[in-house]
């Protein structure tokens, strides 16, 4: 069985209530019909500004009650604040807003998990041959320092280990080991002794076990790729899709409180429907 097989098992065994801030989209309303329909998820509409999500604004950023009333009369806050409140289990939105919008909103009414100091994205990478491999970050930290890339890499790897069942990490570079310098490879360098993780290492030697004995770094194996920065891992994951056919699920993001979904603009219904079953899957 597949992870994404896995996920959708687990989504429909959980039912949870999901919003969906941008329903008027014809994308978004196709998919969420056919998830009610199989049974993936429950629906909820986008509720109105009342007290109680007042109050779960307030109390999550102790900001005066009159702004927390002027936020939410945006669809992104609303839809954020009923997932704090507890009116909804999860968030999906993104194929009409941008990132940094449904960031922004997420970061404001539902707020960072426990230990989280810094969010993240992956995407579940399904390739022709079978392969399912997480990348990240692809979607969200433009130019992590060696400690954001660290806490990226942890967290992907309890993303991984979720989702594929084991979390085989590697923290990607030019350069192989020891041989090479410079301040991106030096900062996965420094990223990959802060956490344990293979790394700095070539693609080729992260995934071939082959190339990784004669390089002489890891096993060849890894199953959750760690990008250096924003354009690495966005150029990643565009050209797998485009040239290797495979499908990238996401971006989901990583490290708040309740699940919540960035869709890709150029997102199709079945890549909503995917990534709403993903983002169910680790709650």
């Known amino acids: 069985m597949s992870a994404l097989e896995r996920a959708v098992d687990r989504a429909k065994a959980g039912n949870a209530r999901v919003v969906f801030p941008e329903m008027e989209e014809p994308r978004i309303a196709e998919a969420v019909a056919q998830m009610q329909a199989e049974g993936l998820c429950a629906p909820v509409e986008l509720a109105e500004a009342d007290d109680e999500l007042v109050a779960a604004l307030v109390e999550a950023r ?126 996965v360098r420094a990223a990959a002794a802060a956490t344990g993780f293979t790394g700095p290492v070539q693609g080729d030697a992260a995934l071939s076990p082959e190339v990784a004995a004669l390089k002489g770094s890891g096993q060849g194996d890894a199953n959750v790729l760690i990008f250096p920065d924003l354009d690495a891992g966005n150029i990643a994951y565009k050209l797998a899709q485009e040239l290797a056919g495979a499908q990238a699920i996401g971006p989901v993001l990583q490290g708040f409180r309740k699940p919540v979904c960035d869709l890709s603009r150029g997102a199709t219904v079945p890549d909503i429907i995917a990534a709403t079953a993903v983002t169910l899957a680790l709650a």
């Open 62 to 187: 102790g900001m005066k009650e009159a702004l927390a009333r002027r936020m939410l009369s945006r669809p992104l806050y609303r839809a954020a604040a009923m997932v704090a409140a507890g009116q909804a289990d999860a968030m999906l939105a993104g194929a009409v807003h941008s990132t940094k919008k449904v960031i922004e909103a997420a970061s404001i009414a539902i707020g960072l998990a426990d230990g989280v100091a810094l969010p993240s994205s992956f995407f579940l990478m399904r390739f022709p041959d079978g392969r399912e491999l997480i990348f990240s970050d692809c979607g969200l930290n433009v130019a992590p320092d060696a400690e954001e890339l660290a806490a990226i890499a942890r967290a992907s790897e309890t993303t991984g280990r979720a989702l594929l069942g084991q979390a085989r990490v590697a923290l990607l570079s030019f350069s192989t080991g020891s041989s090479g310098s410079g301040d991106s490879v030096n900062k």
